[in-house]
């Protein structure tokens, strides 16, 4: 089992519709919980963290977590095309940062 | 000016050279990483430190070495090259901190033929 695992994707949402993006992480130890952005050819970039159980908004974007379910997840809404990117769940177990594979989404016109 | 930097951004050696590829900051930021990224697999720790004195294997540290020069220098090195080591290479400061989040450098575009 990986440590940090995504749905793959990709996923494609019209604009203006709710985009939705899970994390399953497997280390119970974990203690903070992020969601990097990362457009295609760039550096990933931190656009939320999250490290209580329940909801942390900022702007459009909204970050879910449930420790008990080991379970991360990222909301989106009013989408816009420039939100199609590659997005990465990260957690902390030890320190140091284990990232999934990461969920390509696509926000069309 | 970038706050992580990254040398060189693209790289093509043969199999079997040694190449070495470099980090520095100017973010102030005790904790420096190295990660790699290929398609389908996200990013993989490489090594990491906390301070200077301080280096740790990641995931998948075998057929690389690193060296913490200085608190904004942190550099790594593949001792001979082979084509799976073909990859995008990301260079992360944090700070140390209950949050630990991480700022990634441009990256480093590395082909082994």
């Known amino acids: 089992q990986k440590e940090v695992e995504q749905n793959s994707g990709p996923l494609s949402v019209p604009e203006g519709a709710i985009a939705s993006l899970n994390c399953t992480y497997s280390?119970?130890?974990?203690?903070?919980f992020f969601w990097y952005r990362q457009y295609s050819g760039k550096s990933p970039e931190l656009i939320m963290f999250?490290?209580?159980?329940g909801d942390k908004e900022d702007g459009r974007f909204t970050a879910q977590l449930n420790k008990a379910s080991q379970y991360v997840s990222l909301l989106i809404r009013d989408s816009q095309p420039s939100d199609s990117a590659t997005y990465l769940c990260?957690?902390?177990?030890?320190?140091?940062?284990?990232f999934g594979a990461g969920t390509r989404l696509t926000v069309k016109p | 000016d970038a706050d992580v930097t990254q040398t060189p951004r693209n790289r093509i050696t043969k199999t079997g050279k040694r190449i070495m590829l470099e980090c520095s900051q100017t973010?102030?930021?005790?904790?420096m990483y190295w990660y790699r990224q290929d398609p389908g697999l996200g990013l993989r720790l490489i090594y990491y430190s906390f301070d200077v004195k301080d280096i740790n294997k990641g995931e998948i540290s075998d057929g690389y070495s690193v060296s913490r020069q200085a608190q904004a220098k942190f550099s790594l090195s593949l001792e001979s090259a082979i084509p799976n080591q073909t990859a995008l290479y990301f260079c992360a400061t944090g700070r140390a901190g209950e949050i630990n989040e991480q700022f990634f450098g441009p990256g480093t575009r590395l082909t082994v033929l």
């Open positions: 280390d119970r130890g974990s203690q903070s």
């Open positions: 999250i490290y209580s159980n």
């Open positions: 973010k102030g930021h005790d904790r």
């Open positions: 990260a957690v902390n177990p030890r320190g140091d940062m284990r």
